[in-house]
Nanobody
Framework: EIQLVESGAGLVQAGGSLRLSCVASGSFNDYIIGWFRQAPGKEREGISCINTSDGTAYSSNSVKGRFAISADNAENTVYLQMNSLKPEDTAVYYC?????????????????????WGKGALVTVSS
């Protein structure tokens, strides 16, 4: 079983940047690693995922051009570089191990295709 631990979250002003890290222990290369988020009062949404075998990725329209996902296979780590942050990006961000690489699963609500979740990390963007 794969375990996931997020780090790098915190408070940032609008327009600023943060880089989230997701360190995986276990069968890192057997999974797609994705990032989901849940804002207060809203449903969870998938925002980006990466196939660590070939580096291909999906990103949602809400973060495309601002967020970038990458992987360091040697360190079993997936990163989410978040730039030009907006107050509406405020949410708990979760790292997830996805067992089937499709856009619908990666950018869905996480109810399908996710084998393991990190505990989550709060990103707060102040205006």
């Amino acid at each position: 079983e794969i375990q996931l631990v997020e780090s790098g979250a915190g408070l940032v002003q609008a327009g600023g940047s943060l880089r989230l890290s997701c360190v995986a222990s276990g069968s890192f290369n057997d999974y797609i690693i994705g990032w989901f988020r849940q804002a207060p009062g809203k449903e969870r949404e998938g925002i980006s995922c990466i196939n660590t075998s070939d580096g291909t990725a999906y990103s949602s329209n809400s973060v495309k051009g601002r967020f970038a996902i990458s992987a360091d296979n040697a360190e079993n780590t997936v990163y989410l570089q978040m730039n030009s942050l907006k107050p509406e990006d405020t949410a708990v961000y979760y790292c997830a191990a996805i067992n089937y690489y499709t856009e619908d699963i990666c950018l869905g609500d996480g109810s399908l295709g996710v084998d393991s979740w990190g505990k989550g990390a709060l990103v707060t963007v102040s205006s």
